[in-house]
């Protein structure tokens, strides 16, 4: 599977970016897509998510900012950033899942950085 993510940019606080993905090759009909990022100083972590079953899942300091969508027939994914902050500054990365005889695949996109100045 291969992952094209894309959207990143430099914008200022309280600005909107939005964040999109297209995932490619061996894509399997049941499988999870989301965005994780990594900020300086800090380990990789997770955004937002959009389940298996369609169920969705952000990080608290998300706080109603973001909004992540997947049109799984179309094997995309964006997210709304609204309302950025400095801190939201890192490489957003892509990433696909699937589950298969009770293991877990990922892969990931090769990330798309996000600037937000003060």
């Known amino acids: 599977v291969q992952l094209q993510a894309s959207g990143g940019g430099s914008v200022r606080a309280g600005e909107s970016l939005r964040l999109s993905c297209v995932a490619s090759?061996?894509?399997?009909?049941?499988?999870?897509m989301g965005w994780h990022r990594q900020v300086p100083g800090k380990e990789r972590e997770l955004v937002a998510v959009?389940?298996?079953?369609?169920?969705?899942h952000y990080a608290d300091f998300v706080e109603g900012r973001f909004t992540v969508s997947r049109d799984s027939d179309k094997n995309t994914m964006s997210m709304l950033m609204n309302s950025l902050k400095p801190e939201d500054t890192g490489v957003y990365y892509c990433?696909?899942?699937?589950?298969?005889?009770?293991?877990?695949?990922?892969?990931w996109g090769r990330g798309t950085l996000v600037t937000v100045s003060s």
């Open positions: 959009v389940g298996v079953g369609g169920n969705k």
């Open positions: 990433n696909y899942y699937h589950q298969r005889l009770g293991r877990r695949y990922d892969y």
């Open positions: 090759g061996s894509i399997v009909p049941i499988s999870g």
